[in-house]
């Protein structure tokens, strides 16, 4: 069993910055690959970036060159993601998710093929 819990979310105005951490327990070799995801008020669940065991990383088109994913590199139990250059549509519900290795890039995975979900964190973005 793995069990994820992230933190950091929080209201900011646009252009601002904010980090999340999702801290994983658990069987490591179940987590492998970790991404984040995010869901918007009547807006489907999307990825928004992953990184996989060799510290591969892709992300989704809206957020690449703003948003930076990485993990502890000791303990490889934490995952960050680093939000810069924030906009208003932004705001979600950010998630942490992981399963053992990736498949594909985020812009291939659907929620459906990650096996361990965190509660979510809010992040909210005024313009």
């Known amino acids: 069993q793995v069990q994820l819990v992230e933190s950091g979310g929080g209201s900011v105005q646009a252009g601002g910055s904010l980090r999340l951490s999702c801290t994983a327990s658990g069987y490591t070799y179940r987590y492998d690959c970790m991404a984040w995801f995010r869901q918007a008020p009547g807006k489907e669940r999307e990825g928004v970036a992953s990184?996989?065991?060799?510290?591969?990383?892709?992300y989704a088109a809206s957020v690449k060159g703003r948003f930076t994913i990485s993990r502890d590199t000791n303990a490889k139990n934490t995952l960050y993601l680093q939000m810069d250059s924030l906009k208003p549509e932004d705001t979600a519900m950010y998630y942490c998710?992981?399963?053992?290795?990736?498949?594909?890039?985020?812009?291939?995975?659907?929620?459906?093929?990650?096996?361990?979900w965190g509660q979510g964190t809010q992040v909210t973005v005024s313009s």
């Open positions: 990184i996989d065991s060799d510290s591969s990383t892709s």
């Open positions: 998710a992981a399963r053992p290795p990736c498949l594909g890039t985020i812009a291939t995975m659907a929620s459906a093929d990650l096996s361990y």
